[in-house]
């Protein structure tokens, strides 16, 4: 806690096969990328159960910027309160395709793209995450850019905002293919889902409030148990409950 750096302000990784797990990264600073942790060039990396909160990066990555990385796992983190100057007030991932899973996105604050993710030609999965409360320019819960290509799957992205366009929830530009699947857009200011002339969002089996065109959306309130103390669950009279669809990109477990 409470270290600084040019990039990586608690932790850089490099060029290194590693798993980081169960520790509290909090209040670092880098004058570049990467607040809580940089990691670059590694071929198997995971972050796992930790708790990544209150740290800041000049540039991109508040939490923490993955670059270059071939499959990283990002499972099971509480990553808050976390600020980037540019993109990634949570998460800047550049050029990786793997997975980002299970992971509590709350509070974070980017001063351009991707309050809660920032996608930069990635791919991949987004799944079972719940993304609340972020804020940016531009893709308040998450942003795609430069021809990124990540599925967004069972996902619960509530009360994001953004400064432009209508991407509170998700935005879609420079190119890129974005997928939504089975995920909960709700309460997202000023609107759910937004792209550009050149990308497509392609968003099914979802709710989508105020509505989205795409197979098996709906625009209903998903009957959150109180969203006013940050607990989600769903009411078992949600017409989520049993809901969306199941393929081979679905996981077994919500």
Known sequence: TQNSA????????????????????????????????????????????????????????????????????????????NTAGFDGGGIFYEYAFGEISRNYIQENIAGNWGGGICLYGSGGKIVNNLIYNNNAVRGGGISYYDQSTASVINNTIVDNSASENNSGGIGCYDGSLGTVLNTILWGNTPGELDSDAGSMLNATFSVVQDGYDGQGNIPFDPLFINDTIDDFHLQSNSICTGGGTVTSDVPTED
Not at 9 to 38: C, F, H, P, W, Y
């Open 6 to 81: 040019p990039y990586g302000g608690g932790m850089i990784i490099e060029n290194a096969d590693l798993t980081i797990s169960n520790n509290t990264i909090q209040g670092n600073v880098s004058t570049e990328d990467g607040g809580g942790i940089d990691a670059d060039n590694c071929k198997s990396l995971t972050i796992q159960n930790n708790t990544i909160s209150d740290n800041t990066a000049q540039l991109n990555g508040g939490a923490f910027s993955i670059g270059d990385c071939d499959s990283p796992t990002i499972i099971g983190n509480k990553i808050t309160d």
